[in-house]
Nanobody, 128 residues
Framework: QVQLVESGGGLVQAGGSLRLSCVASGRTFGSYVMGWFRQAPGKEREFVAAISWSGRSTYYADSVKGRFTISPDNAKNTVYLQMNSLKPEDTAVYYC?????????????????????WGQGTQVTVSS
């Protein structure tokens, strides 16, 4: 089994920044893709960003391109999501997921069903 634990959420004003962390433990895989998704109240969980285990490929939702950056720290089994220029519409619970069958992050990385493992989520609230 794989355990994913997110942290770093909080309350921030519009235009501010937050950095989320997702720490993985348990079973290891030779290659995988890590993704960040978010879910606002009353809405479906939506894709935010994904990164390959090597860090060589990334994929972003159009809504966060240029504002969010996903990056790995394999020594710490951690994936980060740096969020800048935050907007009220970024308010949501943010989840990280792990896709153990892919080695490259691409357009298919936005599918929730690709991810076998999920964390418990961390709340991000952006005030206007």
């Amino acid at each position: 089994q794989v355990q994913l634990v997110e942290s770093g959420g909080g309350l921030v004003q519009a235009g501010g920044s937050l950095r989320l962390s997702c720490v993985a433990s348990g079973r290891t895989f030779g290659s995988y893709v890590m993704g960040w998704f978010r879910q606002a109240p009353g809405k479906e969980r939506e894709f935010v960003a994904a990164i390959s285990w090597s860090g060589r490929s990334t994929y972003y939702a159009d809504s966060v391109k240029g504002r969010f950056t996903i990056s790995p720290d394999n020594a710490k089994n951690t994936v980060y999501l740096q969020m800048n220029s935050l907007k009220p519409e970024d308010t949501a619970v943010y989840y990280c997921g792990l896709d153990p069958r892919k080695s490259y992050a691409g357009s298919y990385s936005d599918g929730r069903d690709n991810y076998d493992y999920w964390g418990q989520g961390t709340q991000v609230t952006v005030s206007s």
